[in-house]
């Protein structure tokens, strides 16, 4: 979070000044002066190094730069929601919510503990609600201040967004892309996604978060990450997040290479895989549900799961020292199938196969480096379908 980015205060001066066209009628909408208001325009402009109008006869002319400023502001402004909020207010609740503390804030961010209470305490005025309370020596969000912290994070994500849009617009390479990876996406779609990317962007700067769903899905609705990647859910998460399709997977059975099965092309047989205990994720997974299906399908007993797991890493491990069967991508276990550790008992039926994808934010408006990634994706995504 950078201590550069625009003041709050100065962006919502900006969005008048856009909407209204003239510095008049921006200072008499926010009761402010006429020097005020150009002084606020001349610091954001100084801030983010970028002209954002010209002066005419007939008012303000937004430059290409404000143009692409302002939706990221509007947005901006209203997860913010009062404009009784400072930046320093903002930033300092932000960085509360996301370490726990004042003083593990204080340390990650540099600000005085006092001047983070401060601000927090002058939030809690300003918008007339109890946000945080005292649990020993550390502090808890209450309800409200969780739900607060997430607007401002997603403020802050409009923020940076929108500066480095105006970066790309003055030529400066770079921007950032935070991603989040389930299991499946690791294996190889996502990596040859970044390595095919970076050839022509090779100073974009991505970050990837591993997890389960259930573990980067709060995350993403606060808007430290873009988006993720994965199995998507049926049905759909709810009505804040959207799903889209890259390709379908379909799992195969798994086994140790000496296992008393033996390895098969065709579909597995259902009866035989019965027998034998399994290592497949906890229930709320779709590889789970999908798997549980293919067995009551037929009318049969669900095996038995020696161990509950989600890691591809672990269930590899354990394959390799147990007869136990696992379901998964050929792609997750590439390596080890070519050394001869692990081999497939079958292919697994049509209603195991899962849809692979990214989930967003709904109204998530990508930059053009992240629209970019997604293409890239959808391209890589498109000739493993064709493989």
């Not at 208001?37 to 109008?53: H, N, P, V, Y």
């Not at 199995?231 to 997040?241: M, Q």
């Not at 992240?370 to 890589?380: G, N, Y």
Request: aromatic share 6%; hydrophobic share 40%.
């Amino acid at each position: 979070m950078s201590d550069k980015l625009p003041n709050l205060r100065h962006l919502d001066a900006f969005v008048k000044i856009y909407e209204l066209g003239t510095l008049v009628a921006a200072a008499k909408s926010v009761n402010i002066t006429q020097p005020a208001i150009t002084q606020g325009l001349a610091r954001l402009e100084q801030t983010i190094d970028c002209k954002l109008f010209e002066r005419q006869s007939d008012g303000m002319q937004p430059t290409d730069g404000a143009r692409l400023l302002y939706p990221r502001a509007v947005s901006a402004l209203r997860y913010v929601g009062s404009n009784r909020v400072t930046h320093t207010q903002m930033r300092a609740f932000v960085a509360i919510a996301k370490w726990g503390g004042y003083a593990p804030a204080s340390t990650a961010t540099g600000l005085a503990r006092a001047s983070l209470k401060r601000a927090v305490t002058d939030l809690q005025i300003a918008i007339d609600k109890s946000l945080v309370t005292r649990v020993g020596r550390g502090v808890q969000l209450t309800t409200v201040g969780k739900r607060v912290a997430r607007r401002f994070r997603l403020a802050m994500n409009e923020i940076e967004n929108g500066v480095e849009e105006l970066e790309g617009l003055k030529g400066v390479d770079g921007g950032h892309i935070a991603i989040g990876a389930m299991p499946l996406s690791r294996a190889r779609v996502l990596p040859s996604a970044i390595v095919e990317f970076k050839q022509t962007r090779p100073a974009a700067h991505i970050s990837v978060a591993e997890g389960s769903y259930f573990e980067l899905v709060e995350p993403l609705r606060n808007g430290e990450l873009d988006f993720v990647i994965g199995a998507l859910r049926d049905p759909p998460p709810g009505a804040d997040l959207v799903q889209s399709e890259l390709f379908e997977d379909l799992p195969v059975v798994v086994a140790r290479r000496d296992h008393p099965l033996p390895e098969r092309k065709g579909l597995v047989d259902i009866r035989k895989i019965a027998e034998y205990d399994w290592c497949i994720p906890k229930i709320g997974a779709p590889l789970r549900a999908n798997w549980e299906r293919m067995f009551s399908g037929p009318g049969l007993s669900i095996p038995n799961i020696s161990v509950e797991c989600g890691s591809v890493m672990t269930i590899r491990q354990i394959l390799m020292g147990t007869n136990c069967l696992s379901l998964l991508s050929p792609d997750q276990f590439a390596v080890e199938l070519d050394a001869g550790l692990l081999k497939i008992v079958g292919q697994a039926p049509d209603s195991t196969r899962r849809k692979i994808g990214v989930t967003h934010r709904e109204g998530w408006r990508p930059t053009p480096l992240q629209d970019s990634f997604i293409a890239t994706l959808k391209s890589v995504s498109s000739c493993s379908n064709r493989s």
